[in-house]
C-alpha cells in the first residue's frame, strides 16, 4: 500500500473539521490587512505627512525594531510595515495549529490508530496537514491581495505583499512538520513550533534595530520584509520560503519513517516511583504542568510592554501633522491626551493575550482527559470539582501574572523615557491589571463549553476569543454598532490609563466569569469522563 493512500479523504474528513476554525482565520487576516490599507490611506493623504512618518520611523531604532524596517512613504510601503510583520507571524501561527492538530493532537489522542487501522497509508495523515494548511495560505494571499486592490493600493505591491505573508506560513507549515515528528505530544510540538517562530521574530527584530540586514536573511519574517511590497517588489526572494518548506518538508516525511506511531524522536524523560509532597494534590499537579507556560507568557508580555512603553512617548510625531490629525490630537486631550490612548489601546491587547493564556490553560483541563491522565488523579480522593477548580485557580493566576508583567514592562519603560518610574510603574500595573475580568469572562466560555458540551470547548473557547479579538482590533476601524462591540468583554473594561476608573463593569465581569465557572464546575460533576 502506498504511504499516502487515504490523502484525499482525510483532507476532505480534515477541512470540514475545520469549517469554522479556518474561514475565522481567513477573515482576521484579510480583514485586518484592509482594514488598516483604508485607514492609512484615509489618514496620509498628502505626501508630506506620510514623509513626516517615513522619517519619525526610520530615525527610530525602537520602532524599526517593533515593527520591521520601512522602505518607502506609500500608503502601500506604511501598511506594509505597520501590519505586514504581524500577519506573517499570525499566518504562521495559523499554520502552526493547523499542522499540529490534524498530525500530532490526532495522533496523541489515538484517532490516527483507529484510522490506521484502515487502507491508509503511513504519511496520509502528514500530507493532510501539509496540504490543508498550504492551501489556505495559497487562499490567503488571494484575499489579502483582491481586499487591498479592493481599497485602493496597487496590483502589484498587494500581490507581492499576500505572497509575503503566505511564503512565512507555507515555511512554518513544514516547521510544525518537523516538530510534530520531534515531540511526543501536541503541545510539546506547537511550543518548540513557536519558540521557533519566535527566534524568527527577535533575528528580524534585531535585524531592523540594530541595522543588520544580513541577519534578516535567516528569518522567515525578514524574508516577507525583503520582498519590499510597495517599495519594488523583489519577487526572487519569494524563491527562499518556498524552498526553505519544501527541504523542511523532505525533512518531516523522512523523520516520520524512522518513529513509532505515538512516539517523538525525543521521549520523555522518566519520573521518580513516588510523587513528593509537593505533588500531592490537584492543585500541586496542576502548577508543576502549567509553571512553564506561565513563565513563558510572562516572559514574552513583559517584552511586549517595554517595546510599547518605549515608543508612547514619541507617538504622537508618527501620526503626522495635518489639521485632521491636530484636531483629533486636541480632542484627546493635545499629546498626553493621545499617548494615553495609545497607551490603553495596547493594553487592550496586551488583555487579548492574557485571555489566550487563560484559555490555553482551561483547555489543559481537555487535553488531561482525552490522553487519559485525569482517570488516575479522579481515582484517588480528589474530587472532579477539586480537580477542574485547580488548574481554574493556576489559570487565573497565570493570567494575573501575565498582565502584571506586562504593566510592568510598560511603565519601567515608559517611566525611563519620561523620568518618571515612580508615577508610571503604579499607573500601567493598574491600568494591565483591568484587563483581567474581561480576560476570565472569555476563559468563563471555555470552562462552561467544557463543563457542559467538551467535545465543543476547543473550537468554542478559541472561537470566543477570536470573536473578542476582531471585536478588539476591528470593531472601531469599521465602525461596528454599538451593540455588535457590546459582544466583547474587553469594552466595558475602563480605557486606562487616562479614562474614568468605574467599579461597576469589572464587578459584573467577575460575576460573569464566576458564573460560566461555576457552571463548567457543575457540568462536569455530572457528566461521562472521556
Excluded at 511590497?229 to 526553505?244: C, E, F, I, S
Excluded at 493575550?353 to 480522593?381: I, N
Aim: positive net charge.
Amino acid at each position: 500500500m502506498n504511504t499516502l493512500t487515504g490523502t484525499g479523504a482525510l483532507t476532505k474528513l480534515a477541512a470540514r473539521r475545520d469549517r469554522i476554525m479556518l474561514p475565522a482565520w481567513l477573515y482576521l487576516l484579510t480583514a485586518t490587512m484592509a482594514s488598516t490599507g483604508y485607514s492609512f490611506k484615509s489618514l496620509y493623504k498628502t505626501p508630506a505627512s506620510r514623509e513626516a512618518v517615513y522619517n519619525s520611523t526610520v530615525h527610530s531604532a525602537t520602532l524599526t525594531g517593533l515593527a520591521g524596517p520601512l522602505y518607502g512613504d506609500s500608503v502601500g510601503a506604511l501598511t506594509t510595515w505597520k501590519i505586514g510583520g504581524t500577519a506573517a507571524v499570525l499566518a504562521a501561527l495559523m499554520s502552526i495549529f493547523i499542522v499540529i492538530r490534524h498530525t500530532r493532537a490526532d495522533e496523541e489522542a489515538g484517532r490516527l490508530e483507529l484510522i490506521g487501522s484502515t487502507a491508509v497509508g503511513r504519511h496520509a495523515a502528514l500530507a493532510t496537514g501539509l496540504i490543508l494548511a498550504a492551501v489556505a495560505n495559497v487562499v490567503l494571499a488571494v484575499l489579502i491581495a483582491v481586499a487591498l486592490i479592493a481599497v485602493g493600493l496597487p496590483a502589484g505591491g498587494s500581490s507581492a505583499l499576500g505572497l509575503a505573508i503566505a511564503g512565512c506560513g507555507l515555511v512554518f507549515t513544514a516547521v510544525a512538520a518537523v516538530t510534530a515528528q520531534v515531540s511526543g505530544s501536541a503541545r510539546g510540538a506547537r511550543g518548540i513550533a513557536i519558540a521557533v517562530l519566535a527566534a524568527a521574530y527577535l533575528a528580524e527584530s534585531i535585524s531592523a534595530a540594530a541595522g543588520a540586514p544580513w541577519l534578516a536573511w535567516l528569518s522567515p519574517i525578514g524574508w516577507a520584509n525583503l520582498i519590499r511590497a510597495y517599495a519594488g517588489d523583489r519577487w526572487l526572494v519569494l524563491a527562499l520560503p518556498v524552498l526553505a518548506a519544501l527541504a523542511l518538508t523532505a525533512v518531516a516525511a523522512a523523520l516520520a519513517a524512522r518513529r513509532d506511531l505515538g512516539a517523538g524522536l525525543v521521549q520523555p524523560r522518566p519520573g521518580p516511583a513516588e510523587a513528593t509532597a509537593a505533588l500531592r494534590s490537584p492543585l500541586a499537579l496542576a502548577w508543576r504542568l502549567q509553571r512553564g507556560s506561565i513563565a513563558g507568557w510572562a516572559a514574552g508580555t513583559l517584552l511586549a510592554g517595554a517595546a510599547f512603553g518605549s515608543v508612547a512617548d514619541g507617538i504622537g510625531s508618527l501620526l503626522g501633522s495635518g489639521a485632521q490629525v491636530r484636531d483629533a490630537i486636541t480632542r484627546l486631550g493635545g499629546q498626553a491626551g493621545i499617548t494615553d490612548a495609545y497607551l490603553a489601546a495596547m493594553m487592550g491587547i496586551i488583555g487579548l493575550a492574557a485571555a489566550a493564556y487563560a484559555v490555553s490553560a482551561v483547555l489543559r483541563l481537555r487535553a488531561e482527559e482525552t490522553v487519559g491522565r485525569a482517570d488516575p488523579v479522579l481515582a484517588t480522593a480528589a474530587s472532579r470539582a477539586g480537580w477542574g477548580a485547580s488548574h481554574l485557580v493556576i489559570a487565573v493566576l497565570g493570567a494575573t501574572v501575565v498582565l502584571a508583567a506586562a504593566g510592568l514592562g510598560t511603565g519601567l519603560a515608559y517611566g525611563l523615557r519620561v523620568g518618571d518610574v515612580g508615577g508610571q510603574l503604579p499607573r500601567m500595573l493598574g491600568a494591565a491589571l483591568a484587563q483581567l475580568p474581561a480576560a476570565l469572562v472569555v476563559a468563563g466560555v471555555a470552562v462552561a463549553l467544557f463543563g457542559l458540551l467538551p467535545r465543543s470547548c476547543v473550537a468554542g473557547g478559541w472561537t470566543a476569543l477570536t470573536v473578542a479579538v476582531l471585536i478588539v482590533l476591528l470593531g472601531p476601524t469599521l465602525r461596528f454598532s454599538q451593540s455588535v462591540q457590546d459582544i466583547s468583554p474587553f469594552t466595558h473594561v475602563p480605557k486606562l490609563p487616562g479614562g474614568a476608573v468605574s467599579a461597576v463593569p469589572l464587578t459584573w465581569l467577575a460575576v460573569i466569569a464566576l458564573a460560566l465557572a461555576a457552571a463548567g464546575l457543575a457540568g462536569l460533576r455530572r457528566r461521562d469522563i472521556g
